[in-house]
């Protein structure tokens, strides 16, 4: 009982950390703004473009939840797309919607579980997921850096690009470090704080080591299957790449000139980063850096992109709602336990 009410004071106080975190990036990014040029941008906004963008969205999600259902086969747990389809939603309206301190993926491997007796091999197919997703975004990102913007197709960068967000980067990096130390600080001072830390520490290290452990067993489970590892992959792009060309869209409907090369290193970099836990589902955390990348590397004005952040985030939380529905309805829960017949009875 004690050791479970201390876990549930540390997700308490980790809630309240994200939470601060999310504030403090809201504050950041939001000052210094030229609102009246804010609006005018967002009054550039096509309807028509903005439900392209939603459609897209929602689409490469699809498409993703379908790169589960071939792992989850891999791992012979036959479910039905339309099962993987709403539990995948589900995870995306926790992960973007509820700002608990349980996420998508946990409740993802969570339900899975009552559609298999296969429990580790559906856990394990949720870790493959995430880790193939953020692997193939940092590939993409990499690779467009060194080829089209760095490289001998990018061009050279705007000159105005580094004097327009310097100052903000120098402030914010010491901002972040200088709020840190005050945390490190105040509970070092402290025996109750240093005991914490310690504990932390030691909680962090084990749970690490976990993950490395599942990750292991889920490369040797997979390693045999490496079509199902291609195919995963060639996924992971052709979602991404077409919810990028979406935005890109939209980017140039509210007058961004930046050339489609950025949106493929900055949209894949903020994803990455957002799927760290150190806020509330990204919130403050991929709005700043998607307004600095795109001022820094392609010289856009920081109104314009800060309006093409806020339509990305609207895109997640509008795209998300058909999780709600199925949370309320329960139809992430099978009728019956499936034991892996080859039919699953949703």
């Known amino acids: ?33 030229d609102w009246a040029e804010l609006g005018r941008v967002l009054r550039r906004l096509s309807l028509w473009y903005f439900g392209l963008s939603l459609a897209t969205y929602a689409t490469g999600q699809v498409v993703i939840a379908l790169r589960w259902w071939m792992l989850l086969r891999a791992q012979s747990i036959h479910i039905t797309i339309r099962t993987a389809v709403r539990l995948y939603f589900l995870g995306l309206y926790f992960n973007n919607l509820m700002p608990g301190s349980v996420g998508g993926d946990l409740l993802k491997a969570w339900y899975i579980t009552k559609h298999t007796d296969k429990r580790l091999a559906g856990v394990l197919s949720v870790v493959v997921d995430r880790v193939i997703g953020l692997a193939g975004l940092v590939l993409m990102a990499i690779f467009a850096y060194l080829l089209f913007v760095r490289g001998p197709l990018g061009g050279p960068v705007p000159e105005a690009a580094p004097e327009q ?29 240093r005991a914490r830390l310690r504990r932390e520490a030691g909680r962090a290290l084990h749970r690490g080591i976990g993950v490395l452990v599942d990750v ?21 792009f052709v979602a991404q790449s ?8 939209l980017g140039r409907n509210l007058g961004i000139t930046a050339a489609l090369r950025y949106y493929f290193v900055i949209f894949p970099v903020m994803w990455v980063v957002g799927a760290l836990p150190i806020s509330v589902a990204g919130l403050g955390i991929l709005e700043a850096g998607i307004v600095g990348m795109f001022t820094r590397l392609a010289g856009t ?11 990305q985030r609207l895109v ?13 309805f329960g139809s992430h829960l099978p009728r019956q336990i499936s034991v892996d017949s080859g039919r699953d009875p949703n």
């Open 316 to 328: 997640w939380v509008l795209a998300s709602l058909p999780g709600v529905a199925v949370h309320l």
């Open 165 to 193: 967000a310097a100052g903000g980067h120098k402030n914010l990096v010491l901002w972040v470090v200088a709020g840190i130390l005050a945390v490190l600080v105040f509970l070092l001072v402290q025996p109750y704080g």
């Open 301 to 311: 004005p920081a109104e314009k992109a800060l309006a093409l952040a806020f339509c």
């Open 1 to 33: 009982m004690p050791e479970a009410q201390e876990a549930g004071r540390t997700r308490h106080l980790s809630l309240i950390a994200r939470i601060i975190v999310a504030v403090v990036a809201i504050a950041w990014v939001l000052h210094g703004q």
């Open 242 to 249: 077409i919810v990028i060309v979406a935005f890109w869209l």
């Open 216 to 236: 292991r067993d889920a490369i040797l489970v997979y390693w045999s299957k490496p079509l199902t590892l291609l195919w995963a992959t060639l996924l992971t």
